[in-house]
C-alpha cells in the first residue's frame, strides 16, 4: 500500500519535470538565422513571443511599448516596441484554421462574455511533431481600438494534452499563460473570455480546476465577433488527427447589454481534410469531427 503510493508519487514528480509550460519554446526553429517558434498564430520570431506568469495584465501603452503586470507573482515586465515585431505581425492568420463556426454579434453590441466546455478528443494516433489548437475566442473585426487582436484559450496538442491562454498580436507581439497539463481525452475542460469594465480575461482551466489566465486592456476595443475553431500546424498524416469528435458545448454569451444571446453560427469553412467536418448541433453546441464516417 504504502510503496504504491510512494511509487505513484514519483511518476507524478517525473512527469511534471518532463514537461516545459511553454511547449513551443522547446521547438525551436531557425528561419534565416532567426529564432521562431510555433504559435496559434503560425511560425513567430522567439523575440516577439511572451510567456508570462498566470494572472498577467497586458498593458499597451501610446508610445507602442507593452507593460505587463502581476502583483500575485510579483512580475513587472515592459516590453519595448519592436519594429520587427511590427513588421511580422501575424495579425490574423486564417489559412491553418481548419474547422471553425463563427458569429457577429447584434448591431450595437458587444462581448460581455462567452464561456464553453471543450470536450477533449481522442489523442492522435501518431505524433509526426504537428501542432493542433482548439479554441474559442473572440475579435474586435470592426476595428476599434488600435488594431484587431484575438483573446483565446487554446486546448492544444504537441505530443501531449495542454491548456493555455493566449493574446495575439498587440504590435506584433504574442503572450502566453504557462500550460495547464492533468489534462486527458474526454475530459471536460473549461475556457472563457470575459469583459469588465476596461479589462478583458481570458480563463484556460482543467477539470481539476487548475488555471491559467491572462487579463489584457480593452483600450476602445469592441469584440463584436466570436468563434470556436480548430487549427492544426505540420499534419502530415490524417492519423495526426484526433479520430472522431471534440465538442464545444454549453456555450453561453452574454452581450454588453446584459442579455444573453444564442448565436447563429455560421461555418464558412465547409469540409476539411481527412474526413474533417463541422456539425452545429445547436446555438451552445458545436462538434469538429475527424477520421470517421458518421457523426
Ligand atoms: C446602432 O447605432 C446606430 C448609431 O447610434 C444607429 O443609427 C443604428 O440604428 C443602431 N442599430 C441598431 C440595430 O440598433
Ligand atoms: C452555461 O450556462 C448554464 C446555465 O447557467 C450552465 O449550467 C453552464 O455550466 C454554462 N456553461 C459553461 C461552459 O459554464
Ligand atoms: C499514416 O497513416 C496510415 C493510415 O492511417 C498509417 O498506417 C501509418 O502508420 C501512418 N504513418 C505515419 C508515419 O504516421
Not at 191 to 219: C, F, M
Request: hydrophobic fraction near 30%; include cysteine.
Amino acid at each position: 500500500m504504502k510503496i504504491t503510493w510512494f511509487l505513484g508519487l514519483l511518476l507524478i514528480a517525473s512527469a511534471v519535470t518532463a514537461q516545459s509550460l511553454y511547449p513551443h519554446d522547446e521547438e525551436i526553429q531557425i528561419i534565416n538565422g532567426e529564432e521562431h517558434v510555433q504559435t496559434p498564430f503560425g511560425l513567430m520570431l522567439r523575440e516577439c513571443v511572451h510567456n508570462v506568469p498566470s494572472g498577467t495584465y497586458i498593458q499597451e501603452s501610446e508610445d507602442g511599448s507593452v507593460f505587463l503586470t502581476n502583483n500575485e507573482k510579483n512580475f513587472a515586465q515592459r516590453i519595448q516596441k519592436s519594429e520587427k515585431c511590427q513588421k511580422a505581425n501575424p495579425r490574423i492568420k486564417l489559412e491553418q484554421w481548419i474547422d471553425n463556426g463563427g458569429w457577429y454579434l447584434p448591431a450595437n453590441t458587444t462581448l460581455s462574455k462567452f464561456e464553453a466546455n471543450y470536450f477533449v478528443p481522442n489523442t492522435p494516433r501518431t505524433t509526426n511533431n504537428q501542432w493542433i489548437y482548439y479554441f474559442i475566442g473572440s475579435q474586435n473585426n470592426d476595428g476599434s481600438g488600435p488594431e484587431i487582436t484575438i483573446l483565446q484559450p487554446v486546448l492544444s496538442y504537441f505530443r501531449g494534452w495542454y491548456f493555455q491562454s493566449w493574446n495575439c498580436c498587440p504590435d506584433g507581439q504574442a503572450y502566453n499563460s504557462p500550460s495547464i497539463f492533468n489534462i486527458t481525452p474526454h475530459d471536460e475542460v473549461y475556457g472563457s473570455v470575459e469583459v469588465k469594465d476596461s479589462q478583458v480575461t481570458i480563463i484556460s482551466q482543467n477539470k481539476l480546476g487548475e488555471q491559467s489566465t491572462l487579463t489584457v486592456d480593452r483600450i476602445g476595443r469592441n469584440f463584436n465577433w466570436i468563434d470556436a475553431t480548430l487549427e492544426t500546424y505540420q499534419i502530415t498524416n490524417c492519423t495526426d488527427y484526433p479520430k472522431g469528435r471534440m465538442t464545444y458545448s454549453q456555450m453561453n454569451v452574454t452581450l454588453s447589454d446584459g442579455t444573453t444571446a444564442l448565436p447563429e453560427w455560421y461555418n464558412s469553412f465547409g469540409p476539411s481534410e481527412c474526413l474533417g467536418k463541422t456539425v452545429i448541433q445547436d446555438p451552445q453546441t458545436i462538434s469538429i469531427y475527424h477520421n470517421v464516417l458518421k457523426e
